[in-house]
C-alpha cells in the first residue's frame, strides 16, 4: 500500500519513454523505407544516365555487359530464376543459401528446393516469357519485391503499434485511477483515525474520572467497552494504507469473538429476535492480519443485521471449512434480500439502500479480502425475502503482493 504514492509519477515517466519508443520505433521503420525507395531511384538514374552516355558515346550501337550486370542484376532485391524453355534452371539469384550454388547437376535436393521455389514464384507474379522470332527461349520467374512487403505491411505496422498503446494507455489510465484510489482510502482511512482519536483520549479520561467517583460500575464498564472499540476501531483505520501484520490465526476464534460482541448488541425482545449458529469446529489456521481479517466479517454481519430490521425471527449463520485447500467462510441470513436491480452495486463504493449509509462496509470488506489478503469476497446467493448469503475464500499460505 505504501507503495501506491508513487505509483502516479511512475506511471506517467513511463508513458513518456513509451511513447517516445513508439514514435522511434514508427520513424526509424519509415525512414528505412524511404532511403531504400531512394536508392531506387538513384539506381534507375544512373541507368539513365549511363544507358544516354553508351548512346551517345557509341551512336547507339549497344548496352555494355557491365551496365547490365553492376546496375541491374547486381542491385536487383528480389528472389529470381531464369529456366529455359524445358524450364530447367539456368541462373537464379537471391534464393538463400542457393545462391552459392553453381549448377545443380547430381544434386537432387537443390533441384527440388529450387523448383519448390519456382512454384512460389510463379504463385507471387506470372511469370515471364523471353521470345526470338517468336520462340520462347528462357522464362523469368520472379518473386515480390521485400520493398514492396514491407510497404503492404507499414499500415498494419502502424495499426498494431496505435493498437497496442490504446491498450496500455487504457490499462495504464486503470491502474493510475486505481493508485488514486487507493491514496483516497489511505487518506481517509488515516483522517478519520486522526477525527475518532482525539474525542477518544478525552473519554479515556473521563472513564478514569467516573470511576474514581465511584460512579455505577456497570455504566462505567459499558462506557470503558465502548471506548476500547473505539480504540479498535481507529487502529483499523490506522492500518488501510499502512504495511500490514500477517500473522497465523485461528480464523474460528477470531470469529467466536465477533459472534460474541454482536450478540450482546442484538435484539432479544418479543417484537425481534436474532440469532447466531456457528458452524465452525477445531483450528483453522489462515495468515491473515488480525485486525482488518475481523473487520471484514464484522461489516457482513452488520450487513445481514440491516437485512433482519422488521424480521421477527431472524438469524445470521456462519460456517467455515477447508475447500480445495483455502479457507472458506460463509456468512448468511434469512434477511430481505438484495433486489436484482441492486445487485451489480453492491461493492460500489458510495452505493447504500440505508438512508444514512455511507456506502463502504461492503466495498472496504471486498478491499481487505482481495487485495490486501489475496482472497475472493463473492455475493453466493441472495433472494428477495429470502435472505442473502456471502462467501469468503483465503489462501492457507502467505501471499506475497
Known amino acids: 500500500m505504501s507503495m501506491n504514492k508513487k505509483n502516479p509519477f511512475f506511471l506517467k515517466s513511463y508513458f513518456l519513454v513509451a511513447l517516445l519508443a513508439v514514435s522511434l520505433a514508427s520513424f526509424l521503420y519509415i525512414q528505412d523505407i524511404i532511403f531504400k525507395l531512394e536508392e531506387t531511384s538513384l539506381m534507375q538514374s544512373r541507368i539513365f544516365a549511363r544507358f544516354t552516355s553508351e548512346v551517345f558515346t557509341k551512336n547507339g550501337q549497344k548496352l555494355t555487359d557491365e551496365i547490365i550486370f553492376e546496375e541491374i542484376i547486381q542491385n536487383i532485391k528480389f528472389p529470381i530464376i531464369v529456366t529455359d524453355s524445358l524450364e530447367n534452371p539456368v541462373a537464379w539469384r537471391n534464393l538463400g543459401y542457393l545462391d552459392t550454388v553453381f549448377s545443380l547437376e547430381g544434386n537432387p535436393s537443390y533441384q527440388a528446393d529450387i523448383r519448390r521455389i519456382i512454384g512460389?514464384?510463379?504463385?507471387?507474379?506470372?511469370?515471364?516469357?523471353?521470345?526470338?522470332?517468336?520462340?520462347?527461349?528462357?522464362?523469368?520467374?520472379?518473386?515480390?519485391?521485400?520493398?514492396?512487403?514491407?510497404?503492404?505491411?507499414?499500415?498494419?505496422?502502424?495499426?498494431?503499434?496505435?493498437?497496442?498503446?490504446?491498450?496500455?494507455?487504457?490499462?495504464?489510465?486503470?491502474?493510475?485511477?486505481?493508485?488514486?484510489?487507493?491514496?483516497?482510502?489511505?487518506?481517509?482511512?488515516?483522517?478519520?483515525?486522526?477525527?475518532?482519536?482525539?474525542?477518544?483520549?478525552s473519554l479515556k479520561a473521563w472513564v478514569q474520572i467516573l470511576k474514581d467517583r465511584k460512579v455505577d460500575e456497570k455504566i462505567v464498564n459499558g462506557i470503558n467497552e465502548d471506548s476500547v472499540r473505539l480504540e479498535i476501531i481507529a487502529n483499523r483505520f490506522n492500518k488501510i494504507g499502512s504495511p500490514l501484520t500477517i500473522e497465523l490465526a485461528d480464523v474460528n476464534r477470531e470469529i467466536s469473538e465477533i459472534i460474541k460482541y454482536f450478540e450482546s448488541r442484538a435484539p432479544h425482545s418479543t417484537k425481534q429476535s436474532v440469532s447466531f449458529v456457528f458452524d465452525g469446529n477445531g483450528e483453522l489456521l489462515v495468515p491473515v492480519d488480525k485486525?482488518?481479517?475481523?473487520?471484514?466479517?464484522?461489516?457482513?454481519?452488520?450487513?445481514?443485521?440491516?437485512?433482519?430490521?422488521?424480521?421477527?425471527?431472524?438469524e445470521i449463520r456462519i460456517e467455515t471449512k477447508l475447500e480445495q485447500s483455502r479457507a472458506l467462510i460463509r456468512v448468511s441470513d434469512n434477511g430481505t434480500g438484495i433486489e436484482k436491480k441492486n445487485l451489480e452495486k453492491i461493492f460500489e463504493v458510495g452505493f447504500s439502500t440505508k438512508n444514512y449509509g455511507w456506502g463502504i462496509?461492503?466495498?472496504?470488506?471486498?478491499?481487505?479480502?482481495?487485495?490486501?489478503?489475496?482472497?475472493?469476497?463473492v455475493l453466493e446467493y441472495t433472494m428477495t425475502g429470502k435472505g442473502t448469503r456471502f462467501a469468503v475464500t483465503l489462501p492457507l499460505t502467505r501471499q506475497e503482493g
Not at 470488506?365 to 482481495?370: A, G, L, V, Y
Request: no cysteine.
Open 120 to 201: 512460389r514464384l510463379d504463385s507471387e507474379n506470372k511469370p515471364i516469357e523471353l521470345k526470338y522470332n517468336e520462340n520462347v527461349f528462357a522464362i523469368v520467374h520472379t518473386g515480390v519485391d521485400p520493398l514492396y512487403k514491407r510497404l503492404q505491411f507499414a499500415p498494419f505496422f502502424q495499426i498494431i503499434v496505435s493498437a497496442v498503446f490504446v491498450l496500455v494507455g487504457i490499462y495504464g489510465f486503470l491502474f493510475f485511477k486505481k493508485s488514486e484510489e487507493n491514496i483516497i482510502w489511505a487518506g481517509m482511512a488515516k483522517e478519520t483515525a486522526h477525527q475518532i482519536g482525539t474525542p477518544l483520549t
Open 291 to 314: 485486525d482488518l481479517f475481523k473487520w471484514s466479517i464484522e461489516n457482513l454481519v452488520k450487513n445481514s443485521m440491516d437485512a433482519l430490521t422488521g424480521i421477527k425471527s431472524g
Open 361 to 377: 462496509g461492503l466495498p472496504l470488506s471486498k478491499k481487505i479480502i482481495e487485495e490486501f489478503h489475496r482472497g475472493k469476497l
